[in-house]
């Protein structure tokens, strides 16, 4: 059969715009299919029901009406009783629908205009629906672009088969991008939106450099070396940690590279970064040590409940520690995941001198004695009324110019006034409507129940539905900088397992679990246990 030459054409453009679009030649033909079914309605009526098909061979456009089979019709455009469908078809059924051949038709130009429209609307869909599929899994890949445009401060990145956004803030400070600039990013994000795909580009994501990094050192690109962690200050510094799984390789020499080369290509990609590469270490206090360089560290003092480290530097060494607008501090913090606070020893000496006098008082007022007693309990490391109150008594009497009757009068008097102190709690506990049955819990004492009944929590249950954080505070971490909340009990010398195991005792007391329940629960916590140490 002879194919005339406007279908030859039709064929032609299906293909011309599969290969510019970059879509199936199917999806085009069904794009025109459509098209021509919506021309066919407005001329046949918009209530028919009208099936085009494009012979992806031949080019044939063949059009057909088709009628639903019904016992009795009432609308003969859209319906055929059943008697005439068997005519057709003996094995026509109600519900079937019957193809009716229609006759060629010529497009109007008003026809035309509207299928464009509709052939349009779906290469453009299926375009979406393909650059989508394609970049959706390269989030976590560097891509390269061409500049297109800059619109308010973002720059729009022509990268080939697909257009991507870096917003101002994903962009390094100062950092002029014009029109036709090659441009390297990293893809953070693709989500399907309703103006079709957005791809999200940025050269600040600390990701960026790992892959810049992977790129420039084959070791880790193979494995060898890992990068742990990095902490950025776009365009500024940034610091990364990194650890060779072969210890005949020196991590931070390789990531180097000779004379600087390699971390020199990362540099000049992100605009003159200065990168400071640390060995990472599983030890925390030797981690931030060498995440502070190259401040020299004299002690660290670690916080592990908080996460958090007191490091001592020489009065010299503090302007480099902290660094220029606190830099230096803020990134080895965001490196390392704990808080850093940085004392110079002159403060770290005066802090430790006032504690002292703190303490000092404290013995004096509570245990009556004079100051060179108080001096003498205060430098053996007693830091509280309780820890005398219930130490072994050979501790104290071993202390140099202390007898056992010393030790013994001085124990009476600490548990003389802790009592006074838990009498007067007691009374104010009662004041404020506190239950006796929470003295039932173990660990809580008079000052944590008058701290519950300020807050109002007054009843078993009310405690019972307190959280651990609740009681000893939590900590958020955000942008590198980590915000302390206080609990009710954060005054206290109470751990965050002692706080679980009080709210625990609360739920039994108020019948929210049993034993029963506790032990199913820490056998499974158990086995869950195992399987991990197995794996």
Request: include cysteine; hydrophobic fraction near 40%.
């Amino acid at each position: 059969m002879a194919v005339s030459a406007n279908r030859l054409e039709l064929l032609q453009i299906a293909d011309a715009v599969a290969r510019e679009k970059v879509i199936d030649r199917e999806i085009v033909l069904a794009a025109m299919a459509d098209a021509i079914q919506k021309a066919a309605r407005s001329r046949y009526g918009s209530e028919t029901n009208i099936r085009a098909d494009i012979n992806s061979k031949t080019g044939e456009i063949r059009l057909q009406r088709l009628l639903e089979v019904v016992e009795q019709a009432e609308d003969y455009g859209t319906q055929i009783p059943l008697e005439l469908a068997r005519d057709r078809n003996p094995d026509a059924k109600i519900g079937d629908f019957i193809a009716d051949p229609l006759p060629p038709m010529d497009f109007g130009r008003i026809a035309a205009q509207s299928a464009k429209q509709v052939i349009v609307q779906k290469v453009r869909e299926a375009e979406r629906d393909r650059q989508y599929d394609e970049f959706k899994d390269r989030v976590g890949e560097i891509v390269n672009g061409t500049v297109k445009r800059v619109e308010y401060g973002n720059v729009i990145v022509d990268l080939g088969r697909g257009e991507g956004i870096i917003r101002r803030d994903e962009m390094i400070p100062r950092e002029a991008m014009r029109y036709g600039d090659r441009v390297r990013a990293y893809v953070y994000d693709v989500r399907r939106e309703q103006r079709g795909p957005q791809i999200f580009l940025s050269r600040t994501h600390p990701q960026f450099m790992v892959k810049l990094f992977t790129m420039e050192v084959p070791e880790i690109y193979d494995g060898i070396i890992e990068i742990r962690s990095v902490a950025r200050d776009p365009g500024s510094r940034a610091k990364i940690a990194v650890i060779s799984n072969d210890s005949s390789i020196d991590p931070v020499g390789a990531c180097v590279g000779m004379r600087g080369s390699r971390v020199q290509a990362v540099v000049g990609e992100l605009q003159g970064e200065k990168i400071d590469i640390i060995p990472w270490s599983n030890d925390p206090a030797s981690f931030i040590v060498n995440a502070l360089q190259p401040a020299e560290v004299a002690k660290v003092v670690l916080d592990e409940d908080a996460e958090r480290i007191e490091v001592v530097v020489p009065d010299e060494q503090l302007s480099l520690a902290i660094g220029r607008r606190g830099q230096n501090v803020r990134l080895a913090s965001q490196l390392t995941g704990w808080d850093i606070d940085i004392l110079t020893e002159q403060e770290e000496s005066e802090r430790r001198q006032k504690e002292f006098n703190e303490r000092t008082d404290l013995f004096m007022e509570a245990l009556d004695v004079d100051e060179m007693v108080g001096q003498v309990l205060a430098s053996e490391g007693f830091a509280a009324v309780e820890e005398l109150a219930y130490v072994e008594l050979d501790e104290i009497s071993s202390i140099e110019g202390f007898d056992e009757d010393t030790a013994q009068e001085i124990q009476t008097r600490a548990r003389e006034y802790l009592e006074k102190i838990e009498v007067e709690m007691d009374a104010k506990r009662k004041e404020l409507g506190v239950q006796d049955e929470l003295r039932q819990i173990d660990g809580l004492n008079g000052q944590m129940l008058v701290a519950l009944g300020e807050d109002g929590i007054k009843t078993v249950e009310d405690f019972a539905g307190c959280a651990a954080d609740d009681l000893v505070g939590w900590s958020e971490r955000k942008d590198g900088e980590t915000k302390k909340f206080e609990g009710l009990f954060s005054k206290f010398d109470v751990s965050r397992a002692e706080a679980e195991n009080m709210v625990v005792q609360a739920r039994l007391l108020a019948g929210w679990i049993t034993e029963e329940d506790l032990a199913a629960e820490q056998a499974e916590e158990g086995e869950e246990a195992e399987a991990v140490a197995e794996e």
